[in-house]
């Protein structure tokens, strides 16, 4: 940690993306450690937030979408190959088929939140010919959420321990162990709750369209006058006049 924390300090926003990118390709760093490194900065205020939220961010999709490209070029080819067997032994490839079996696509948005099977969702997911834009649509979503809340974490732990450099770095990384699942998870659950409540607005909210309806019969009648109102059957009109 102290080295990475190093070269964020040095080359900042270049290094948030580098290295996510190099993890994103099977580096054995976590990715929290560099996001939690880059929030420590942004705490010292040595980075934005902003900036260092879209160099994550950006870094995480990049050696993402190389993984996926690979087993969408390769397909199972690649998942045998040795460099892959070496990351992700058969029994863990056997997980991840089971894991992306269960959820599905979902399981590339899901995958973020898991570090031992990132590389293999995504290189399975390629295998199995998962469209690019849907790929990216739900990559991106779940860096967005798991990118910026590890920052942040990272920021609140170095306010809190200015002064001890060491100590804000060794409390950041322990609060995204402990509590950073079900930060995201709350993270997740306001998206949700936002999203529900702007369309339950806008059903409550959309006028009602007047329908217009034909006109009655008995209006027609009341407007034809009392001598129109005569049963054009014949059979009963000629009994009528018999018991007149």
Known sequence: MIRVLDWLLDLKYLAMFG????????????????????????????????????????????????????????????????????????????????????????????????????????????????????????????ALISGPASILIGAWAARQFAADRAEATKRGLELVHRFGAWLIVGVILLIALVVAFQVYSRRRGSPVQAVSLPPLSGSIHAEAGPEKLESPDPVISKSARSED
């Open 19 to 142: 290295i996510l990118f190099l993890c994103g390709m099977g580096l054995p760093i976590p990715e929290e450690v560099t996001l939690v490194g880059s929030g420590l900065l942004v705490g010292w205020e040595e980075a934005d937030f902003f900036y260092s939220s879209a160099a994550c961010v950006l870094g995480i999709l990049a050696g993402d979408s190389i993984i996926f490209g690979l087993g969408h070029h390769y397909g199972r080819q690649f998942l045998l190959s040795r460099p892959m067997r070496l990351l992700i032994p058969p029994r863990r490839q056997f997980k991840v088929a089971r894991f992306f079996a269960r959820h599905g696509t979902k399981a590339v948005f899901f995958a973020r939140f898991f570090a031992g099977v990132r590389i293999g969702v995504y290189a399975y997911a390629g295998s199995q010919r998962m469209g690019w834009l849907k790929f990216l649509f739900l990559d991106l979503l779940g």
